[in-house]
């Protein structure tokens, strides 16, 4: 599974599009592109995910690069809630099926 | 109720005590996962199940043991609980299909003294 970077922290004003990027120069042709959050020490939940193209779900939007190598995670409006760890995370879709999680960025919602 | 559910939420145990953290899910999901999270940190995977006759291990499994008692229930066992076990641990569970997430239940908060 490759290996991804993010940023330790970031902060975002509420209302405001928050943008979380990843690295993942290492990618192979097989592998998908997950977004998780944690608030707090909660289960981490599954936020979208994506392969190749451009992902939109009720929570947010996923922008993959061309080349694959990186991608953007953008919650439109962000609001207090949205204060969490967020995890990007590469996987194979044959093999173990198994996650391995990094330390995430810390976003922080700012009032 | 919880998708996943894991009971206890919290326990303080002593040393060398054996323990078990349980799991049990009613997404109808096949494959079963248990992690572990030390403060500050990401997750890393203790056991994994794909069915109930399938048991592997992940990165950390000293130490620990497993036992999947049906499709929607996973048990996590401390033979003899070290300080250094101390964490919160995660059960999640997924249906394998392709690209699809998984399922988090609520965490174990476990301290070994």
């Known amino acids: 599974d490759a290996k991804t970077t993010q940023p330790t922290s970031m902060d975002c004003a509420e209302g405001r599009a928050a943008n979380l990027p990843c690295n993942h120069s290492t990618i192979s042709g097989n592998e998908y592109v997950y977004w998780y959050r944690q608030i707090h020490s909660q289960g981490p939940q599954y936020i979208i995910h994506?392969?190749?193209n451009n992902e939109t779900n009720e929570m947010a939007s996923l922008i993959i690069t061309e080349d694959r190598k990186s991608s953007t995670l953008i919650l439109p409006h962000a609001t207090l809630r949205d204060t969490a760890v967020y995890y990007c995370?590469?996987?194979?879709?044959?093999?173990?099926?198994?996650?391995?999680f990094g330390t995430g960025t810390r976003l922080k919602v700012l009032a | 109720d919880a998708d996943v559910t894991q009971t206890p939420r919290n326990r303080i145990t002593k040393t060398g005590k054996r323990i078990m953290l349980e799991c049990s899910q009613t997404?109808?999901?096949?494959?079963m996962y248990w992690y572990r999270q030390d403060p500050g940190l990401g997750l890393q995977l203790i056991y994994y199940?794909?069915?109930?006759?399938?048991?592997n291990k992940g990165e950390i499994s000293d130490g620990y043991s497993v036992s999947r008692q049906a499709q929607a229930k996973f048990s996590l066992s401390l033979e003899s609980a070290i300080p250094n076990q101390t964490a919160l641990y995660f059960c999640a569970t997924s249906d394998g299909s392709r690209g699809q997430g998984y399922t988090f239940g609520s965490g174990t908060r476990l301290t070994v003294v």
């Open positions: 994506g392969l190749k």
């Open positions: 199940s794909f069915d109930v006759k399938d048991i």
């Open positions: 995370i590469v996987r194979g879709i044959s093999g173990t099926y198994k996650y391995i």
């Open positions: 997404k109808g999901h096949d494959r």
